[in-house]
């Protein structure tokens, strides 16, 4: 769990400000992440649909 703490929560933590930032610029991006960042309620997906963001895989 603390791995999983410190690899993954923690980076997608710090990952989303900076994401927001992007998107802010430029209305839309494309973001390359590994898969394990994407999945679960704490992964970067979950995140940026709560803040409101429309998420699509392509």
Request: charge should be positive; hydrophobic fraction near 45%.
């Amino acid at each position: 769990p603390q791995m999983y703490q410190r690899l993954l929560v923690e980076r997608n933590r710090n990952w989303l400000p900076k994401l927001e930032a992007l998107f802010t610029r430029r209305g839309h991006a494309f973001v390359v992440v590994g898969a394990a960042h994407l999945v679960g309620p704490e992964g970067l997906l979950a995140m940026l649909k709560a803040k409101g963001y429309s998420v699509e895989q392509q």
